[in-house]
């Protein structure tokens, strides 16, 4: 039997422990969200973000208020409260997984590779010109059913990416009413049920443009990669370490894009009720 004078310094002795192994797992997360090029996606997400509030301030409100609506569009979009937001998901989330394999091909090749061609990527595609003609290469291999096509799809369907992306899409249209709610932009009789069922009769939708998205960026992003690139990044994923990076990274931004929804359907109810912004 241990005597009980022995117990304080060995709980201690572990706890010390335990925090050190988290400030350790910490750090390396950073290291993967630098690795994986967030800094940079947060400020192409922006970008998106800002087009995006507009769109909705001209479906909402027409030509008024442009100034004060873009001011709170850019003020929601706040880079550096997204980073942190998804930093500390991304943290939470990896707690317990294998950091150092993640890190391993992702600062390495084809890793450091495929992540400067998909922020390109991404970027290319806030031109309209751009992000039609990667739709019309998309489905033009999808008809013919190319083997590139089949890779990618092979990618898609082992990450999960259309079904995680449709209800991450729902997910936020639910939060953008729930901030219209809140701000009391609609009406008092609306039910959360009502809210739900509207939500879901956009699935079929939101569905068809997923996949149309998912396919022209991956596309576009990985038309430079050779096969064997392709079939590594495919192998990474398929392994329990690209299965846990994975579903941290659906969770992390899942909730980051939540926030900014809700905050766009409140802001959008205080400008539509006249309440200060």
Known sequence: MIPLRMLAPLVLAASVSAAAAQTSN???????????????????????????????????????????????????????????EVLTELTAELADDDVDAMLAFFTGEPGKTIISLELSARRALLDDAVEEAAKEVATEA??????????????????????????????????????????GAMPQELTEEQVLQDVWSQEPEIRVNTTEWVYSFLMLAYQPLTDNDLDAYIAFSETEAGQDLNDAMFAAFDGM???????LGLGSAQFMTGQDI
């Open 26 to 84: 910490a750090d390396k997360v950073e290291d993967l969200f630098a690795a994986l090029g967030l800094p940079e996606m947060m400020q192409i997400m922006r970008e998106e973000g800002v087009v995006y509030g507009a769109e909705i301030g001209g479906d909402l409100f027409g030509d008024r208020g442009t100034v004060d609506w873009t001011n709170t569009v850019s003020q929601i979009y706040d880079v550096d409260a997204m980073r942190s």
């Open 142 to 183: 999808m008809l013919d059913n190319t083997d590139r096509y089949q890779q990618v799809q092979t990618f898609v369907e082992v990450n999960d990416l259309v079904e995680t992306n449709v209800v991450g899409a729902m997910n936020s249209n639910y939060a953008f009413y729930t901030g219209l709610m809140d701000g």
């Open 257 to 263: 894009f939540e926030d900014i929804s809700r905050a």
